[in-house]
């Protein structure tokens, strides 16, 4: 039985869900969180075809040292300043975010030194959607369009 625990949790806990609102999307990654989720998170934001902003958070669990209680603590380190027009740009704040939280000794917040970092739980990132298109994604129906009218 101790053989198929791992194998348990593969199945009760899922890799990743996706939740899209009509003006949102919101992903939560699952597993994988101890190291960088940048890759993960941007191959579904390179999916987007218009501008938008990003909205960071996590959370993670936290274990008493005296009597083992367990604690969630939630942390969101907050949102793009300014619409993200490349996906280039969007993997850059992202890089960021995620650096800081892999920081564990500057990030985590305990409610005191009883409590000490276990694992991560979840990284969800939020794409709030703008209906500007990407920089250099201007269709060709619209560009042709464009040309027509100002070529007559």
């Not at 740009?89 to 000794?105: F, G, P, Q, Y």
């Not at 739980?121 to 464009?146: M, R």
């Amino acid at each position: 039985m101790a053989q198929e625990g791992p194998k348990l949790l593969e199945e009760i806990i899922p890799k990743d869900s996706k939740e899209k609102g009509r003006r949102n999307i919101t992903w939560k990654l699952f597993r994988g969180l101890a190291g960088s989720v940048v890759d993960s998170i941007m191959t579904k934001v390179e999916a987007l075809q218009t501008s938008f902003y990003l909205r960071f958070s996590y959370t993670y669990q936290l274990r008493n040292v005296e009597n083992g209680k367990v604690m969630f603590f939630h942390t969101n380190l907050g949102g793009s300043l300014t619409l993200l027009t490349t996906h280039a740009a969007a993997r850059e704040w992202l890089h960021e975010k995620d650096a800081s939280r892999l920081d564990t000794d500057q990030v985590v917040e305990r409610p005191n030194t009883k409590w000490s970092f276990q694992r991560w739980v979840q990284v969800q990132v939020k794409d709030i959607l703008v209906e500007q298109p990407l920089l250099g994604q201007v269709d060709c129906l619209t560009g042709c369009a464009i040309k027509k009218v100002f070529m007559h």
